[in-house]
């Protein structure tokens, strides 16, 4: 059981990437997803996610109109698409699995979560 994410790099301000959350030996599209991140010093912060019930998503407000997150059931993945991305979004990005139909309050919180991939880095800078 594993969860890879991936995409991250060095982008320029107003630019965008697209992580990836892939997952082998289990079946994504049966968990909630949520993206987390975490900049230096800082505290790990929940950033966005999607409920397996109905594919609901939800963002928080310091990314909400700029990221959209999405699944890909066939190729067991879901994606965090990044779009006018500012300095202050420079964090590692963490995704996590969590439990069949978790209402949003419960998704947001990291302790919600199962299984965790390794983080990818997302530098924003000119």
């Known amino acids: 059981v594993q969860l890879q994410a991936s995409g991250g790099g060095l982008v320029q301000p107003g630019g965008s990437v697209r992580l990836s959350c892939a997952a082998s030996g289990f079946t994504l599209g049966h968990y909630a997803v949520g993206w987390f991140r975490q900049a230096p010093g800082k505290e790990r912060e929940w950033v966005s996610c999607i409920s397996n019930i109905n594919d609901s998503t939800y963002y928080s407000d310091s990314v909400k109109g700029r990221f959209t997150l999405s699944r890909d059931n066939a190729q067991n993945t879901v994606y965090l698409q990044m779009n006018s991305l500012k300095p202050e979004d420079t964090a590692v990005y963490y995704c996590?699995?969590?439990?069949?139909?978790?209402?949003?309050?419960?998704?947001?919180?990291?302790?919600?979560?199962?299984?965790w991939g390794q983080g990818t880095q997302v530098t924003v800078s000119s």
């Open positions: 996590a699995a969590g439990r069949s139909g978790m209402i949003v309050t419960t998704m947001k919180q990291r302790r919600s979560y199962d299984f």
